[in-house]
Structure formats: structure tokens, C-alpha cells
């Protein structure tokens, strides 16, 4: 987390977006907190990331609005961490990346996990980039307006 | 870029894209490079980073496969940087990231960049998850099976 500059007033969204949770572990602990894993110690074993390394971001997270704690569900001592709405629309940016390591990081003969649509089981769709008026769009077909730019 | 485990045996693939490209330095970089800045000094300068540190990063973008280098278009003595297919494939990486900062991270009077569909000069449509059979999925509506799940 070595972060000597901060783009939190950057006008491109994307450096803002990585300003927030651009760290390895960050994007890794919201995954897990996706698929349900929600105490500091399931977490932490999942990971197998230092507890020191895991609090500091918690906390980090925490501090910026991504995810949110709670008592136990069960009345435990424990407490929970969840998505927050802000933290719960990273959904896109974790399915992309795995999107993204299903096409190139795998061996043809190499297994992995999937994400399936609940109700039928079957894997989601992937993502793609539309017009408004409905074509799918590549890099290509689109570009950045500067903040100002016609 | 300091990487205790590495997760290029994981059966995630989030584990593995993060592990490619986890490094908040490395993202921008490639954003810059979609963006159309080829050159080393172009990067260098745009980003703010110092050279050491963006010339690693290259390297390590290039021999994992992102980027490659060419001679400069123009016939220069220059080396210009480019995206290899699996590193264009990170679009929609960037593309959800720039969303959702979008969506979270600007006060309502405050201005971001835009991207826009080259041919209607339009902002592109917001990406979402869909079933095989059309239907949009939130993420409560999916859940990652492992490896060997029925």
C-alpha cells in the first residue's frame, strides 16, 4: 500500500476508483466478502493473509465507505463485515477481473471456478460495452473526454 | 508492489487477473496506454511516477504478456508501448472501475471525465451482468461454484 500520491482529486474516475481500491489484498477481501465470508477469522484463513496486513485494510475499507460491520447474525460476540451499496457496486469491477483471468490465465486443460446465475446454474453471461442505441462496442469505438472537451 | 503469495496457482480467477495486474500503478498504466500514450516519456510524464518505478512495472507488463513494443510509428529511434490482445481484453477492468468511481466517488457539481462512443460522440452505456437467457443479475442473484461443485 505504498501510495505516494493520491488521486483522489483526479478528474479520470478510473485513478479515483484505484485510489480507493486499487491494493491486491483490498480487492481480494471484497471478493471474499461477496461470496459470503464474512469475520475477520474466515477471512483471515481464506486469504492466509497476516492478521496485522488484514486489520489495516479492514479498517481501511471500513474508513472509506466500502464495507461496514455489524453484530453477528447468529448473537455471537463476533462481529461481521458486509458490502455497503458503494462497496456492493464493485460487483462489476470483480466479475471483469475474473472475466478477464478465465480468457487468459488458464491452461485449456485447467479448471476453475465459475460464476452461475442462482436460479438456473447455469454461468453468467459475459460482460460487453454497449452504445446507448444498443451496438456492442470495442476499445476502438470508444475514447476519454477530457473534463471541458466538446 | 510488495506480493507475499503469489496466486498464479489459484483456482479464482479474480486471484489470478490480480495477481497480473493488482498493482494500482500497473492499471493506470495500462489505462494510460488505452488512452493512446505509447511512449515512456509520455506515460512517465502524464502519470507523475518516477522512472524507475514505471520502467519496472513495463517490464513486468511486457513479460507477463499485457504489452509489447515496436518501434515508433513515426520512424524514431523511440520504443512505443502497445496493448497485446489479452492486455486489450482488460477494457472492461477499466471500464467497470471508471463506473463505479463514477458513480461513487464525485460530489454531484464536481466534473469527471467521459467515455464516449466515437461514432455518437455519446457517453456509453453502463455495463451490466446478464443470464445466458437475458435477464439482469444482480450480485445476490449469482455465486461462484468451485472447482469440482455439482
Known amino acids: 500500500m505504498v501510495k505516494r500520491v493520491s488521486l483522489m482529486g483526479a478528474d479520470c474516475p478510473v485513478a479515483r476508483a484505484l485510489d480507493v481500491i486499487g491494493d491486491w489484498w483490498s480487492l481480494l477481501i471484497i471478493r471474499d466478502v461477496f461470496d459470503g465470508r464474512r469475520r475477520f477469522s474466515e477471512l483471515q484463513s481464506g486469504l492466509g493473509i497476516a492478521k496485522g496486513m488484514l486489520a489495516v485494510r479492514l479498517r481501511d475499507l471500513v474508513g472509506r465507505g466500502v464495507l461496514t460491520t455489524a453484530p453477528a447474525s447468529d448473537g455471537s460476540a463476533y462481529r461481521e463485515y458486509a458490502l455497503t451499496e458503494k462497496g456492493s457496486g464493485l460487483f462489476l469491477v470483480i466479475v471483469a477481473l475474473r472475466q478477464w483471468g478465465e480468457d487468459h490465465l488458464y491452461r485449456p486443460d485447467e479448471q476453475h471456478s ?11 453471461d459475459r460482460l460487453s460495452l454497449q452504445s446507448t442505441d444498443g451496438r456492442r462496442l470495442g476499445w476502438r469505438e470508444t475514447e476519454v473526454r477530457a473534463v471541458g472537451a466538446a
Do not use: A
Not at 114 to 124: A, K, N, Q, R, Y
Open 114 to 124: 465459475v460464476l452461475v446465475d442462482i436460479e438456473t446454474s447455469c454461468p453468467v
